[in-house]
């Protein structure tokens, strides 16, 4: 057989293994990307490529490699839910790096988490101020979870004491100048009341929207391919 035709075979059961094993494995694999995970991801990932392009070697000791390791990660996934002490071990712990606006500087020399890493992570959330901290907990995928002291948290209805406006999904009328029916009667209108009010905006025809929804309030939004902006009810 055709070398080429050899690689896009092996790609091919490569890439459906994995995605049939993910599927299998769960979202945890893809939701937090811990060191465990990126040990076992790096790892899976070379054997499949292994797997695709190796033409030396046959294929099926790679694909059951691919099983093993498979196998492994269901065990330790198992496991990490029944045991505390091995998921400890295995997956990691949060740790409180911020204290009422003090560092811990222990506890972020333990992990080996470098001030500098602290201070970027604490920009990306837009906090600046370390004082307006209550906590800072690096969790165990890396990311870091803060809790801003009472005084500093934003304000909302209930402490306004005033009643939210019902809220919910907006329904695609319009997508890419192409009506979207089912969802007009989800939204209960028709197709004669979507084109009046795209005539009040000045558009003659669907065909010249790019994208039209419409929010629980009966607010509807346009978006033109001529970038005429947007427009509500």
Known sequence: MNEGLVVVVRSIIGFFTLLILARVLGKQQISQLTFFDYVLGITIGSIAATLSVELSSRAWPHW?????WAVIVWALQWLTLKNRKAAKYMVGEPTVVIMNGQILEDAMRSIRYTLADLLEQLREKGIFDLKQIGFAVLESDGKLSVLLKPEFLPATLQDLNLTPSASGLNDELILDGVI??????KANIDRPWLEKELKTKGISHVSEVFLATIDSSGNLYLDTYQDKGTSQN
């Open 64 to 68: 059951v490699g691919l099983m093993v």
């Open 180 to 185: 979207i029916h089912e969802n007009l009667k």
